[in-house]
């Protein structure tokens, strides 16, 4: 069964590679898929791969990755264990010299890449999601769901159930760092209702 769904993952990944559903291919080096186990209990889904993960064709490999790594070994989740992908497969950015700065996906963009995450989350069968940050949560939850009101909160109601918390990015934007290690904090205690949901 396991072998089946990796079989039909990677069937999924190759054909994603090639997508031109929304203009985002022209600016990005490449698709960015999600990887991970493909009958993981948990599924950490994004928003967009950044500058890193878009030359590297990984998720979660850049400096929010660091941060996510940090956040699911103090929560005592293990990342090889995990699926992690995003909403948006592709990085929309925008060029200044020779950087390219991260521009925030449109609704367009999310809708175009839906049936990738649907795919995904049809094949791996994650017991529970973890929506990171708003992109997420507008791909995944109702449209009045904001993360500021709903963080922590795991919606049962969802089919797999779905816990809203930041995006690990917004940890690194925090300057002062007393703050950011609140709000470190603050990411770990959310990421825990994970084992809440598994019933461990």
């Known amino acids: 069964m396991a072998r089946a769904a990796g079989n039909a993952l990677e069937a999924v990944r190759a054909e994603a590679a090639d997508c031109t559903m929304c203009e985002l ?14 009958a993981a209990d948990v599924m950490l889904v994004g928003e967009q791969p950044g500058d890193k993960e ?34 948006v497969k592709h990085f929309r950015n925008e060029p200044r010299g020779k950087k390219r700065i991260h521009r925030k996906p449109a609704l367009a963009h999310i ?23 708003a992109t997420a949560v507008q791909a995944l939850l109702p449209r009045d ?43 770990v205690s959310d990421l825990r209702v994970v084992h809440a949901a598994l019933g461990v």
């Open 25 to 38: 291919y022209r600016i990005a080096t490449q698709t960015v898929f999600g990887e991970g186990p493909s």
């Open 54 to 87: 878009d030359r590297a064709g990984r998720p979660f490999v850049g400096p929010a990755g660091r941060v996510l790594d940090e956040a699911l070994e103090r929560a005592e989740i293990d990342r090889g264990a995990v699926y992690v992908t995003n909403a």
């Open 111 to 133: 809708r175009a890449c839906e049936p990738w995450l649907t795919s995904e989350i049809s094949l791996v069968q994650p017991r529970v999601i973890v929506a990171l940050g």
């Open 145 to 187: 769901v904001r993360v500021t009101d709903a963080r922590g909160t795991l919606f049962r109601d969802r089919t797999p159930p779905t816990l809203v918390t930041v995006h690990p990015s917004s940890i690194l934007r925090v300057r002062d760092a007393d703050d950011r290690e609140a709000q470190m904090d603050a990411f």
